[in-house]
């Protein structure tokens, strides 16, 4: 047989199949993985398939999908355990696959969906720019940064906040677990989303009252919900820049995952601006993921590669939070671990 290489065959080295090998091949080939998890969460095969096992052809029917390349995209997540080829191109739920529907506890269904979209998808395509500058890939790729595109495209943005969402309801129950709430009688919720955290913080603990500050075009959103809720009572929202101002006087101030989007300067604006709103009493919590030490398996590593390539921000180590804090006029007092991804980092004014 003829070699179709310019080189030849004879001096062509390939390594020698060891279990190093093969593992850093599965590690290469997880970005294949990923866009075939969110093609069978976009097309909700999950959900497709709740009542028992469905051919690919029909689960191709009725999601709008080719069935040949349904099958062979399900082929491949089986080969790794999410869903399960049985005979004449069945398939089934498997526990992974469980965790793909959207009407499960702790479903990844959005998330998935979130972090195959192009804004991410190519944002990560494009790391190598961000190496080399360090500056946030998407803006290279997109031509604004991160928050500027959603105003302008609702549509990704409902996406985000929807998978942004899935990934909340777990952190915010581990939250509420692991930190004692009762001293608190007014929370300030700083760059909260639609209130998440906050309506979860103000269902368990009644005597609580809430304010969710936002920018406009979020607190907009937020009111429309709240109002339509038994919390509205009990909870405020309140637009502004939190790079300008936060003059909201509460005992307990909340960040989640809101430093991690910004490069150190302007976490420690952001900070300064809380500190400047806080009493000598008031607590500040930042519920962040924090970095672990070296050469552990860590989600924080990897998500703070996400942040570097789409808004320029970083996920950090317990000692840059404490530094940040301290240049802001805080303190922080305590660290204390959840049953999830999120850390609590509780500070006072120095």
């Known amino acids: 047989m003829t070699c179709a290489m310019s080189c030849s065959c004879s001096t062509l080295s390939l390594p020698a199949r060891d279990g190093a090998y093969d593992a850093l091949l599965r590690l290469m080939v997880g ?4 866009q075939a998890i969110f093609v069978a969460a976009k097309l909700d095969i999950a959900d497709r398939l709740r009542e028992g096992p469905r051919a690919s052809a029909a689960l191709a029917a009725a999601s709008g999908a080719d069935p040949d390349v349904l099958y062979r ?7 790794v355990g999410v869903f399960a080829e049985q005979g004449d191109r069945q398939f089934a739920l498997t526990p992974l696959a469980q965790g793909l529907r959207s009407d499960v506890e702790n479903s990844l269904r ?3 969906v979130m972090l195959g979209e192009r804004w991410i998808w190519r944002s990560l395509g494009d790391m190598l720019h961000s190496a080399r500058t360090g500056e946030p890939a998407f803006a290279q ?3 604004a940064d991160v928050f500027d595109y959603y ?10 906040a929807e998978g942004l969402a899935v990934r909340s309801a777990h952190e915010n129950a581990a939250i509420l677990s692991a930190y004692d709430f009762s001293a608190v009688r007014h929370a300030i919720d700083v760059g909260g989303g639609q209130g998440t955290l906050l309506r979860a913080l103000l269902q368990r603990h009644p005597w609580l009252r809430g304010t969710l500050f936002e920018r406009e075009q979020i607190a907009a959103m937020a009111r429309q919900s709240l109002a339509r809720s038994a919390l509205a009572p009990r909870c405020d929202v309140i637009a502004g820049d939190f790079f300008r101002e936060i003059a909201v006087a509460g005992d307990l101030y909340l960040l989640k995952k809101v430093v991690h989007d910004w490069d150190d300067a302007r976490a420690v604006t952001i900070l300064r601006n809380c500190r400047a709103a806080m009493t000598p009493r008031s607590r500040l919590l ?7 030490q ?5 989600f924080a590593k990897l998500l703070d590669l996400l942040m570097l390539v789409v808004s320029g921000g970083r996920e950090r180590s317990e000692a840059e939070h404490a530094r940040l804090l301290a240049r802001a006029g805080l303190r922080p007092t305590r660290l204390i671990p959840t049953a999830s991804t999120i850390s609590i980092i509780e500070a006072a004014p120095a």
């Open 31 to 34: 970005p294949w993985v990923a």
């Open 73 to 79: 995209v399900l082929r491949a997540l089986a080969s």
């Open 110 to 112: 959005d998330y998935a």
């Open 141 to 143: 790729v997109f031509g």
């Open 151 to 160: 105003a302008t495209n609702p549509q990704a943005a409902a996406t985000s």
């Open 286 to 292: 930042l519920l962040e993921p924090v970095i672990r």
């Open 294 to 298: 070296p050469n552990v398996p860590d």
